[in-house]
Nanobody
Framework: VQLQASGGGLVQAGGSLRLSCAAS????????MGWFRQSPGNEREFVAA????????YYADSVKGRFTISRDNAKNTVYLQMNSLKPEDTAVYYC????????????????WGQGTLVTVSS
């Protein structure tokens, strides 16, 4: 599976961005997906996850109510809509496909995109 993340950029606090992750190489609709982020000096942390069908979604407490994960299996793409952005959301955001049981653990994910940088200015 090849994953290509895009949509990052510089935004002011309170603004919005939508990240996209395009998948290829395998039946996308069979893959649960997730978004993680990593800022300098910190470990990669869970942001959001979505089931194969999109019927179930999961969020880190820090983004709940502000971020929305979704997917379009016809387009082989998963999205992360980020609203009310805060400076502490600044990080490189990664999409990944899950093969393990625990949606919040990086070790449950087999394939990773290259990351897209989100910078939120105060």
């Amino acid at each position: 599976v090849q994953l290509q993340a895009s949509g990052g950029g510089l935004v002011q606090a309170g603004g919005s961005l939508r990240l996209s992750c395009a998948a290829s190489g395998r039946t996308f609709s069979g893959l649960p997906m997730g978004w993680f982020r990593q800022s300098p000096g910190n470990e990669r942390e869970f942001v959001a996850a979505i089931s194969r069908s999109g019927g179930s979604t999961y969020y880190a407490d820090s983004v709940k109510g502000r971020f929305t994960i979704s997917r379009d299996n016809a387009k082989n793409t998963v999205y992360l809509q980020m609203n009310s952005l805060k400076p502490e959301d600044t990080a490189v955001y990664y999409c990944a496909s899950r093969s393990g049981n625990y949606y919040s653990l990086p070790s449950s994910y087999s394939y990773w995109g290259q990351g897209t940088l989100v910078t939120v200015s105060s």
